[in-house]
């Protein structure tokens, strides 16, 4: 049988909306009708990240990247939730391994600078932001990452050119600023 993208991009809809319950509703219908496709499972997981239900996302990743081996959110969601419930040496655990598998990705080098940036490690921030933007120049996360560990350095002039190559870059984006 074959998967319906209306249901998932309607359960996105409804999440981007907030309405939490309808879209898991539509999510757990994909994941009942289409158990072999792991994009029901994947928006079940985000709904319980956007509820702040670390714990129970957590175990919804590590459920997912069992069934789903070799699908990258699952891996990028639970190093995103031991970040968030403070595991940090597992996240950065989890970040390397699939900056391994994926290294043509941004997310996992992403993830492994905000690692360092949730630990208020600036100087190693500064590196892993660096890092990260000598392979994926265009990263705007990075750049912004990069922008707020020379703030936090109190390095002004530097930070002050950062956010401005970001606001040049992307007008649009209130978070480029």
């Not at 990260?132 to 990263?139: A, D, G, Q, R, S």
């Not at 560990?149 to 002039?157: I, M, P, T, V």
Request: one cysteine or more.
């Amino acid at each position: 049988m074959k998967v319906d993208p209306k249901k998932i991009l309607q359960g996105n809809q409804l999440m981007a909306r907030g309405d939490y319950a309808a879209a898991e509703a539509k999510f757990l219908e994909s994941q009942n009708l289409w158990p072999g496709n792991p994009d029901g499972f994947v928006g079940r997981a985000r709904i319980l990240e956007m509820r702040a239900c670390w714990a129970q996302a957590l175990e919804c990743w590590k459920e997912i990247a069992k069934k789903f081996p070799n699908n990258m959110a699952a891996k990028i969601g639970q190093a995103n939730m031991y970040m968030e419930l403070g595991e940090y040496p597992v996240a950065e655990a989890i970040f390397l391994g699939a900056q391994k598998t994926w290294p043509r990705k941004p997310n996992a080098f992403v993830g492994y600078a905000r690692v360092a940036q949730s630990r208020c490690q600036w100087r190693e921030a500064l590196r892993r932001w660096t890092n990260v933007l000598k392979t994926f120049p265009e990263n705007k996360p990075a750049l912004i990452g990069l922008g707020n560990a020379h703030l936090e350095l109190d390095d002004f002039s530097n930070a002050e050119a950062i956010f401005l190559e970001a606001r040049n870059k992307w007008p649009d984006n209130p978070g480029a600023a």
